[in-house]
């Protein structure tokens, strides 16, 4: 049976690897985003970006709010003008 599934198995092997890819990168990017010096390091910036008088208070909110969303994993804010 180990002979036939690796005739089989071998043209479907590069999917099986970009499959695997997607998910070690995923795992990545999920693991940055809690990271809690990234998000430290976000809420710094925006923080920095309102003070410099880059982005409004509301913007400020929402951008805080989207980082913390997303080191809990829940969904970002949605914005009234996507309707």
């Known amino acids: 049976m180990g002979l036939i599934s690796l005739i089989f198995g ?3 092997a590069p999917v099986r690897g970009v499959i695997r890819l997607g998910e070690l990168i995923q795992q990545e990017v999920e693991r940055e985003m809690r990271d809690p010096a990234v998000v430290r ?6 923080e920095a970006s309102r003070a ?9 909110a929402l951008e805080t709010q989207a980082v913390l969303q997303g080191m809990i994993g829940g969904p970002g804010p949605v914005e009234e003008e996507e309707r």
Do not use: F, K, M, Q
């Open 10 to 12: 071998w043209p479907v």
């Open 52 to 60: 410099a008088g880059l982005i409004s208070e509301e913007e400020e």
């Open 41 to 46: 390091r976000r809420l710094e910036e925006i």
